[in-house]
């Protein structure tokens, strides 16, 4: 008798069964590794990045990097390699032609196709490079480096004003010119001369 008495109890224990109208209750918890998946961690690749420029060897450089640097810092390499004189810098993939211009600089290397190596064996890619050199036009600037003193330089410069001081004069000149015939052909017409009739006069002088 007593054990059914301990049966009874535990079932009047248990929870209630949900009645038809009532609301689900709330869901099961979740196990962590339900909640958290898996991280998708892949080594490292590193790639060994021949940097060349399309007209000149001499410019050429390497920098071993990792697959998941940006193209836009390759791209501040190549103007750090230039001292900040060039901009538009335009990079090519594997060879130069336009449909291996790379554009979206904001892209890694490993989205662009350069999957690297390890670290201690990283794999040789290639990017060629272009830009657009700094144009300017003054004169310091476009005078020769190369056996150019300063009085040589000076002497450029003032060369330079000299000339556009003299087409200024000359542009004054012809202005004045201009200016003084007007002057006589008024003075030269006669009341109730048209100017046709001046121009006529003026064609047969």
């Known amino acids: 008798m007593p054990k059914k008495a301990a049966g009874k109890k535990k079932k009047a224990d248990a929870e209630p069964a949900a009645a ?8 099961p918890e979740k196990e962590p590794s339900e909640i958290f998946p898996p991280l998708d961690v892949r080594p490292e690749r590193w790639v060994n990045l021949q940097v060349k420029l399309v007209t000149w060897e ?10 998941s640097t940006r193209l836009y810092s390759i791209v501040d390499k190549v103007r750090d390699r230039h001292g900040g004189s060039i901009k538009d810098v335009i990079l ?9 211009i790379l554009q979206e600089l904001g892209k890694t290397l490993d989205d662009v196709g350069f999957e690297g190596g390890s670290r ?7 990017i060629w490079y272009d830009y657009q050199a ?18 040589d330089v000076a002497k450029k410069v003032a060369a330079d004003a000299l000339k556009d001081a ?13 200016k003084e015939k007007d002057k006589d052909k008024e003075a030269s017409k006669k ?7 001046l121009q006529e006069a003026e064609a047969a002088e």
């Open 92 to 100: 090519y993939r594997h060879q130069v032609h336009p449909q291996n």
């Open 166 to 178: 003299k087409l200024k004069e000359m542009q004054y000149a012809t202005a004045e010119k201009g």
């Open 191 to 197: 009341p109730g001369t048209t100017n046709e009739e």
């Open 134 to 151: 700094h144009s300017s036009d003054c004169p310091l600037l476009l005078s020769s480096p190369r056996g150019a003193s300063r009085k």
């Open 58 to 67: 001499h410019l050429n450089f390497t920098v071993v990097v990792r697959n």
């Open 20 to 27: 038809p109208g009532d609301p689900p209750g709330p869901p």
């Open 120 to 126: 201690s064996d990283p794999k040789d890619e290639v």
